[in-house]
């Protein structure tokens, strides 16, 4: 989502709250629907207190103050707050891009798959310059996609585990070649099996 500009399905979820908000605050005071509307706030303010105040927030700041001030929602400035929010939060989960990923230590597991990602995939591109505006089929994005998200079947994802015991990422090494590599994203583009493929393709390499 990132990648291409588009946000979570949560933010639209947001603007059709918030301009559901700014449609009921435009009516006359005395309509009952806006009466209910903030006496329902008033309440939950005056229950929840604190924690009411930090779910509004939590949403973006001018969505409370538009519920407490009862005024309207600029609705494109709530959803530009969300989608820079949400787009910094993500790129800081884990290191940026250019990350040596294969000297990330063994033990560090958390977030590893979000890291190669944002080390090895990750651009900032303009629409129509990504690389599914490129594939001309559903397979072969969906294949593209699920090699450049961790979801492939090598054996740096699938080979994590024997049994109960967890196996370190430099011993997931690649079955389909003799140098005793570690198969991960990399090695694809690297390891003998794949040589044919890749002259083949030489101009995708």
């Known amino acids: 989502l990132l990648e291409y500009g588009r946000a979570p399905v949560m933010h639209s979820w947001v603007s059709q709250a ?27 303010s005056r229950t929840w207190g604190a924690a009411w105040r930090q779910l509004m927030e939590c949403i973006a700041p001018e969505f409370h103050a538009a ?49 190669t990602y944002l080390g090895w995939f990750y651009t900032k591109l303009g629409k129509g ?4 505006y490129h594939v001309n089929s559903s397979q072969r994005v969906y ?7 961790g979801s492939h079947g090598l ?11 967890r196996v370190p990422r430099h011993e997931r090494i690649c079955p389909c070649c ?14 003998p099996a794949y040589w044919d ?7 995708l390499f």
């Open 67 to 115: 519920v407490i001030s009862g005024s309207q929602l600029p609705v494109a400035t709530v959803r530009a707050h969300l989608f820079n929010r949400w787009s910094t939060h993500t790129c800081a989960a884990a290191s940026p891009p250019g990350l040596n990923v294969r000297a990330v230590p063994d033990l560090e597991s958390d977030g590893f798959r979000l890291s």
């Open 18 to 44: 918030a301009g559901w908000w700014n449609r009921v605050m435009a009516r006359p005071d005395d309509d009952l629907v806006k009466v209910c509307m903030r006496e329902s706030i008033s309440r939950a």
């Open 143 to 149: 294949a593209l996609a699920r090699f450049r998200l």
């Open 178 to 191: 003799a140098t005793r590599e570690r198969e991960d994203e990399l090695h694809v583009m690297q390891c």
């Open 155 to 165: 054996c740096i994802t699938d080979g994590r585990r024997q049994g109960h015991a």
């Open 129 to 132: 310059e990504g690389f599914v």
């Open 197 to 203: 493929i890749r002259r083949d393709f030489a101009d």
